[in-house]
């Protein structure tokens, strides 16, 4: 069974940081581009961060470039998101996405990506 799953998530005050990891498992993903997405409450899903599969691409959304680095270690079939400086605004579900096509860009919105690990809260505090 293929699953992608978020961990690393928690409450934490503003201009704190956490390290959300996502675990693949199932099949490898090393081949493919992999994406982090946020959804706070009574709003829509949005990008926050990509990366191509060697991890030498990386996009992000602007309300977090400069504050949040994505990586990626295809040996552990991880990605990363290293979160510093973080704002009551980035409180949301965080969500780790594969995009199983092979594609030659990397893309951001979400329709792109297959699959989805299950969210991870990250909530923080003024």
């Known amino acids: 069974q293929v699953q992608l799953v978020e961990s690393g998530g928690g409450l934490v005050q503003a201009g704190g940081s956490l390290r959300l990891s996502c675990a693949a498992s199932?099949?490898?993903?090393?081949?493919?581009?992999m994406g982090w997405f946020r959804q706070a409450p009574g709003k829509e899903r949005e990008f926050v961060a990509a990366?191509?599969?060697?991890?030498?691409?990386?996009y992000y959304a602007p309300a977090v470039k400069g504050r949040f680095t994505i990586s990626r270690d295809n040996a552990k079939n991880t990605v990363y998101l290293q979160m510093n400086s973080l704002k009551v605004e980035d409180t949301a579900v965080y969500y780790c996405?594969?995009?199983?096509?092979?594609?030659?860009?990397?893309?951001?919105?979400?329709?792109?990506?297959?699959?989805w690990g299950q969210g991870t809260q990250v909530t923080v505090s003024s």
């Open positions: 990366l191509s599969w060697s991890g030498r691409s990386t």
């Open positions: 199932g099949r490898t993903f090393s081949n493919n581009a």
């Open positions: 996405a594969a995009d199983e096509a092979l594609r030659a860009n990397v893309r951001v919105e979400a329709p792109f990506y297959e699959r």
